[in-house]
């Protein structure tokens, strides 16, 4: 008979090393949201979550290498936060009126302390040279009106808006408006700007064509 292989043997040192590096992203992402991509150093996160300097440096090799691993720590959250729960919608129109809703549920409920992790980097990172830190935070914004502009798009061609929609200024209006609330939320310590966000949304949907039992 043949024998029964054995489990490969688990790699402590690397799940442990794997551990770290979550615990470390997930206090430099917060960190990020505040004071800002720049503001990050493996002094002030070792000072804070409990992992020392050369730890953190061996993690990340670089400052440059912390700022690429931040970034891309907030884009799996913005995900699973934003994208994930508006696909339980339709492709089109309900879609992209989840997404409003999600991202505002996203932003609203601070999931990073600074409010949307990538409205501060655009803002912290728009007047610099390109290079690979704005490089990743300018992907994935595209990537994100590349999404909303798709469901633009399949609402136009399904009927759900006119037809001649012009799905990438639709995607740059909500962009503009849920940005607004990110920031005037935070500014103002007003909540009710989400909500003037929405209609506006609402508002702009309906004018191409939008069917309000859609937008519920």
């Not at 800002?36 to 020392?52: E, H, K, Q, R, S």
């Not at 999404?147 to 633009?152: M, N, Q, R």
């Amino acid at each position: 008979m043949t024998p029964i292989p054995e489990p490969a043997p688990t790699d402590g040192r690397r799940a442990r090393g794997d551990r770290t590096r979550r615990v470390v992203l997930d206090h430099a992402v917060q960190v990020a949201s505040v004071d800002g991509l720049g503001g990050l150093t493996f002094g002030t996160l070792a000072a804070a979550a409990p992992v020392n300097k050369s730890a953190i440096a061996g993690l990340f090799g670089s400052k440059e290498g912390l700022q690429l691993a931040v970034v891309d720590h907030a884009r799996g959250t913005f995900v699973d936060e934003v994208v994930v729960p508006a696909r339980s919608a339709e492709p089109g129109l309900p879609r992209l009126w989840a997404l409003v809703g999600s991202w505002t549920v996203y932003s609203r409920s601070r999931v990073f302390a600074g409010g949307c992790f990538f409205r501060a980097a655009e803002v912290e990172l728009d007047g610099r040279a390109p290079g690979p830190v704005r490089d990743a935070v300018v992907e994935t914004q595209e990537q994100w009106d590349g999404y909303l502009t798709h469901h633009a798009d399949l609402a136009a061609a399904a009927g759900q808006l006119e037809a001649e929609t012009d799905a990438v200024q639709v995607a740059f209006e909500i962009n503009a408006l849920l940005g607004a609330a990110n920031d005037r939320s935070l500014l103002f310590a007003d909540d009710g700007v989400y909500a003037r966000a929405s209609r506006a949304i609402r508002a702009a949907l309906l004018a191409r064509g939008a069917d309000p039992t859609l937008l519920a």
